[in-house]
């Protein structure tokens, strides 16, 4: 059964693209394996990432909503990827294709395009992705890291080739493709497969190499510095073009590194705005004070609170957020105070604090010294 994209993010529909990527995000926090060990879990996090792949590029979209899970199943594209217009153009009367008749389907279009066109095997999947977790200073200030991964690469004792010397292939006679044909009630049914000689590349070796068995590729140990952006958040990603796995024709995949975001002790984000909570004491609420707040970069921030300031409030600090990865618009710091009782007082601390409620009378009753009474009637 083909699977509801919007159904696996939870999303209607008609979902614009923010509400995806935030839809994405929660659940890739929550599903990842770093963090989920549940059973399942990297099942989940494989189908999320399915369909936020498809969901948040809008000519992807658009093919699934025409198509369904199908559009990415056989290619939808002039280029015979999946359509068999052998058994398209019998129902219009063209009934001479195939081995036994002598007249083939590639001849047909060749005759008719000028002898371009040809099936195409199926390309090798050769771009690679990784998730790599960052601290969110990381995500936040950027940094270099070097990251260790494996990826196929050209045999370097046969320079890709596979052996001493290429021949066509002579299971599928150079096509990379084989075709089987069988009858059933309908009619007769014919199914293309990528040759599994030749892995669908039309050619073989005389003599396989030794060090690859005839593959032309190797799985090796890479190892490469990047530099993570300013401002990126989970589910951001970085692309290096040829950086992902060889082909046996030389050609280089790209590789994606998908971030992960861990979460930080002290202070939580929201996009580019940062949130913290920082502990005042009773006088420095009730008088005013300047606060020195440590910034995720642990520089000190200056904090002026007015006087009765109530706990639970929140101050913001202007642009001294993370910054934004596109725009590279600075977001803010959201402060908020938490009111600090204090503990183990003397007899003399409590008797001057009761002395300063009844002065005060009903003005500290549903307030901080409301807390302390109950405290002292424990």
């Not at 929201?270 to 970069?297: K, R, T, W």
Request: with cysteine; hydrophobic share 30%; net charge positive.
């Amino acid at each position: 059964m083909d699977k509801d994209y919007y159904d696996v993010l939870g999303i209607q529909r008609n979902a614009s693209d923010l509400e995806i990527k935030k839809a994405f995000r929660v659940l890739a926090r929550k599903h990842h394996p770093d963090v989920n060990k549940e059973e399942g879990s990297e099942e989940k996090f494989k189908e999320i990432n399915e369909a936020y792949r498809v969901l948040s590029d809008p000519h992807l979209r658009k093919q699934y909503d025409q198509f369904g899970n199908s559009a990415f199943k056989q290619g939808m594209g002039w280029q015979g990827q999946g359509i068999n217009f052998e058994d398209l153009f019998k129902g219009f009367g063209f009934n001479g294709f195939g081995s036994d008749s002598g007249f083939g389907f590639e001849e047909f279009f060749s005759d008719v395009f000028g002898g371009n066109f040809r099936r195409q095997a199926a390309p090798e999947q050769l771009n690679q992705r990784i998730d790599l977790s960052i601290s969110l200073e990381e995500a936040v200030f950027g940094a270099e890291k070097t990251i260790e991964f494996e990826r196929n690469e050209a045999c370097h004792a046969c320079n890709g080739v596979g052996g001493s010397e290429k021949i066509k292939c002579r299971k599928c006679l150079g096509k990379g493709f084989t075709i089987k044909e069988h009858r059933n009630f309908i009619g007769f049914i014919r199914t293309q497969n990528t040759c599994n000689e030749c892995h669908g590349t039309g050619f073989t070796v005389k003599e396989k190499c030794i060090e690859c068995n005839g593959h032309g590729i190797q799985r090796k140990k890479a190892k490469l510095k990047i530099k993570i952006p300013e401002g990126v958040d989970s589910g951001d990603y970085l692309t290096l073009e040829g950086q992902g796995s060889h082909g046996r024709d030389g050609g280089k995949g790209g590789l994606f590194v998908v971030f992960f975001v861990k979460k930080n002790s002290r202070f939580k984000r929201d996009g580019p705005d940062l949130f913290v909570e920082e502990p005042i004491s009773f006088i420095q609420a009730a008088l005013g004070s300047e606060l020195l707040i440590e910034g995720l970069d642990s520089k000190k921030l200056k904090l002026k609170i007015p006087e009765g300031t109530q706990t639970g409030t929140i101050f913001r600090l202007k642009e001294k957020g993370a910054k934004a990865l596109h725009s590279g618009d600075k977001g803010d710091l959201f402060v908020k105070v938490k009111l600090v009782v204090p503990e183990n007082l003397s007899a003399k601390q409590k008797r001057l604090l009761l002395e300063l409620q009844e002065d005060l009378g009903d003005a500290g009753k549903d307030g901080f010294f409301k807390k302390l009474k109950k405290q002292f009637d424990k």
